[in-house]
């Protein structure tokens, strides 16, 4: 070991860094998700995503992109699996050509159906797992850090 770099240091990290804390909290809860999601075919990252189409008008790419806090690229790549299972469609805005709309298809919402319960269900058993902590709070701080204003 170094003395300009101790142990110390990382047991600082280790015990302080909200982003180590946050990362591993999303990978646990990813994994928690995708495994629940699996009977019906889809991971806790297209879930989110389908769920996101599911409105009265369909949205434009970079509106779900900023919903779900991702680049319009990996947002792009995310969308082409789906696409080819039939469950959305991308086609252009009729008011602005370079525009791309996203709209879920019948099989699209019948895929969801079959998965809110799933999805409800995994996350009554994360409810019982915080214990009854403050969730809106909880909520509330990760947005700030996802949003910040």
Same mark, same amino acid.
């Given at each position: 070991m170094r003395d300009d770099l101790p142990l110390a240091?990382?047991?600082e990290v280790r015990d302080r860094c909200l982003c180590l804390h946050l990362q591993r909290a999303a990978r646990a809860m990813g994994r928690r998700?995708?495994?629940a999601l699996k009977p019906v075919g889809l991971t806790n990252g297209q879930y989110s995503l389908l769920v996101s189409l599911n409105r009265p008008a369909p949205p434009r790419i #970079?509106?779900?992109a900023a919903l779900l806090a991702m680049d319009r690229t990996t947002l792009t790549a995310n969308l082409k699996p789906l696409e080819r299972r039939g469950l959305l469609t991308i086609l252009p805005d009729t008011k602005d050509k370079?525009?791309?709309r996203l709209t879920l298809t019948e099989a699209g919402r019948d895929l969801l159906v079959e998965a809110v319960p799933i999805?409800?269900?995994?996350?009554?058993?994360v409810d019982r797992l915080l214990? #009854?902590?403050?969730?809106?709070a909880l909520r509330g701080d990760l947005l700030a850090l996802t949003f910040p204003e």
């Open positions: 240091t990382t047991h998700f995708d495994e #970079g509106d779900v370079r525009s791309r999805w409800r269900a995994t996350h009554d058993d214990g #009854g902590r403050n969730e809106e």
